[in-house]
């Protein structure tokens, strides 16, 4: 399998702006630039925050497909991705996931989420520190 995105730019780099597209067309001509990348309230996305999305969808697919080993269901299953940068390097990402699972108690769920955070694509992919915490809604 092989998976593409583009991304093109335009002028220096606090003035200029660029765009990202995927293969799938899901981002398509999307705004990035250092002011979305560095300043708070500005339209558009930057790779940080691609990086944290990424992230949190495959940690929750893992996980889903770990409970789904098990025979179990999930009725919900929300992330969050939380990346902390300091200057110009990713210190870590934490993950934050609450799940409705019914036939599921707190102590497995933990021990689930800890094996998809090692596990999933992403945080193989990455070589900084990854920590997650899970709530379990019964």
């Known amino acids: 399998m092989i998976r593409t995105a583009k991304a093109h730019w335009e002028g220096n780099l606090k003035e200029g702006k660029g765009t990202l597209d995927t293969q799938s067309g899901i981002l398509n001509k999307t705004n990035y630039s250092f002011k979305t990348r560095f300043e708070e309230g500005k339209k558009g996305t930057n790779p940080e925050e691609l990086l944290a999305a990424a992230h949190a969808g495959c940690f929750t697919m893992a996980v889903s497909a770990m409970l789904t080993e098990k025979g179990l269901t999930p009725i919900a299953l ?3 991705a939380t990346l902390t940068m300091e200057g110009l390097s990713i210190k870590g990402i934490h993950l934050t996931i609450t799940a409705s699972v019914k ?7 933990t021990k689930i989420t800890k094996a998809a955070e090692e596990n999933c694509v992403i945080s193989k992919a990455l070589s ?8 379990l809604i019964v």
Do not use: R
């Open 78 to 80: 929300d992330t969050e």
């Open 103 to 109: 036939g599921m108690n707190a102590e497995a769920f």
């Open 128 to 135: 900084i520190p990854i920590s997650s915490e899970a709530h």
